[in-house]
């Protein structure tokens, strides 16, 4: 920072001096601060589940991953202003150091290399970083389905709304978007997986909220699951804010 000028330089001084002081009462007062928040994973499937957690902003949680065995229940921690997306994993066969794939949701290894191998059910979650900030939440089929999965928010509030697929979209998925494996299907690809279209996909001709519109696909999704992402300009009906601070995930909820 440069000034021109006596009264102009002390001005300055005095402002760069209340911002400190500014600074270390805000670093005291810790109600100033968002809360952490509880992030609760629930495995309601017949069946384990590897959960991946990526963190776009702040720590990796948990390592990023662990196992959950049906019925089981893990909790991590996540701090104020932490991002990230999850996701399941099914089928994974990993040796002692980590190293093996995954039938659905593959990211590599135990350990993620990257993003879950589409067609994968996702969460995106990001965690408000002060106390009158929300939080935004989402579960999206717009890279296809796996596991279904519910995201629940509790706490200040109580009256927000679930994200999620709570319908089986591996039993009711068109017979083109199917992913079998030993006669069961046990993922539906998004049609622009499957087709790798434009119209799908809202690239090129059809890259605006105005110009891609629903198709028979997304709207399929739509029904069966009203409360995820079925296309990539689903936002509305599909992106949810909060001010609640806990998090519990549910794969394969019921009801
Ligand atoms: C999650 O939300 C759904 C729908 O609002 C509700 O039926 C269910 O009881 C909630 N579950 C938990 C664990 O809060
Ligand atoms: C979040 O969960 C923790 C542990 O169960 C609890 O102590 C805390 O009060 C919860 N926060 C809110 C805002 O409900």
Request: glycine share 10%; aromatic share 10%.
């Amino acid at each position: 920072m440069q000034c021109v000028g006596a009264q102009e330089c002390s001005a300055m001084r005095r402002q760069s001096c209340f911002s400190m002081l500014l600074e270390l009462v805000l670093g005291l007062m810790p109600f100033e601060v968002g809360s952490a928040a509880i992030l609760s994973f629930e495995n309601h499937c017949s069946y384990t589940v590897w959960p991946a957690i990526i963190s776009r902003n702040g720590p990796t949680l948990g390592d990023g991953r662990f196992s959950l065995a049906p019925g089981k229940l893990a909790q991590l921690i996540a701090e104020p202003g932490w991002s990230g997306r999850v996701w399941a994993r099914t089928g994974c066969n990993f040796d002692a150091s980590g190293n093996g794939k995954c039938l659905t949701g593959d990211c590599g290894s135990l350990n993620c290399n990257g993003d879950g191998q589409p067609p994968v059910t996702l969460a995106q979650i990001i965690i408000a970083s002060g106390t009158t900030d929300n939080s935004f939440y989402d579960v999206s089929l717009v890279n296809g389905y796996n596991v279904g999965m519910r995201i629940n928010v509790t706490g200040r509030t109580n009256d927000c709304q679930y994200a999620g697929c709570i319908n089986d979209l591996n039993g009711n998925c068109p017979p083109e978007l199917q992913v079998v494996v030993s006669g069961s299907v046990v993922a539906c690809k998004s049609a622009c997986e499957a087709f790798n279209a434009a119209q799908f996909c809202c690239g090129d001709d059809y890259s605006t909220p105005q110009t891609c519109s629903p198709t028979q696909y997304s709207e399929h999704f739509k029904k069966a699951c009203p409360n995820a992402y079925s296309y990539p300009y689903d936002d509305v009906s599909s992106r949810f804010t909060c001010s609640g601070s806990n998090y519990s995930i549910t794969f394969c909820p019921t009801g």
